[in-house]
């Protein structure tokens, strides 16, 4: 028994001594190193059309236009943009999403949504984890 306590012990306090930035990650990348998010964002249309970001474990980003209508996907292009297809998260939970000066905040979060805070443009966004079939075009 006192084994066991021991053993428990142990785990609590390796799971409680997690950084904020490891536990946003956990949820970011969610299936088998790999995370499907749709970026929400105030603007007019927000209704019809969005991104989706496909984040990976070693950091990279990919980004996706979103057709909501049709529920399709498609590899986003911008064309003479050089594009930083990078993510982070920092133990203060700054998220950096393609820009590298980043200022969104990681206010809250659970398993299916992120809520972010962008103190430059003091604006709020938000991630939605994708579910079901993700639709993507080629």
């Known amino acids: 028994m006192i084994k066991f306590l ?25 299936q088998d190193s790999i995370g499907y998010w749709n970026y929400e964002w105030p603007r007019e249309r927000a209704e019809f059309y ?14 996706y236009s ?8 498609w590899p986003f292009s911008d064309e003479g943009i050089d594009q930083r ?3 982070g998260i920092a133990d203060d939970s700054i998220l950096t999403l393609m820009n ?4 969104i905040k990681v206010t809250k979060y659970n398993k299916d949504t992120i809520w972010l ?7 709020n966004s938000m991630l ?5 079939d993700l639709n993507i075009e080629k």
């Open 66 to 73: 979103y057709s909501k209508v049709k529920n399709r996907r």
């Open 50 to 63: 969005g991104f989706t970001f496909k984040f990976f474990k070693d950091n990279k980003l990919s980004k």
């Open 117 to 123: 805070y962008d103190k430059k443009d003091k604006e």
């Open 85 to 87: 297809l990078e993510w």
């Open 6 to 30: 021991k053993y428990l012990f142990v785990a609590i306090v390796l799971t409680s001594c997690s950084s904020p930035s490891d536990k946003i990650k956990n949820v970011i990348l969610y």
């Open 128 to 132: 939605i984890k994708v579910k079901g």
């Open 100 to 103: 590298y000066n980043s200022q």
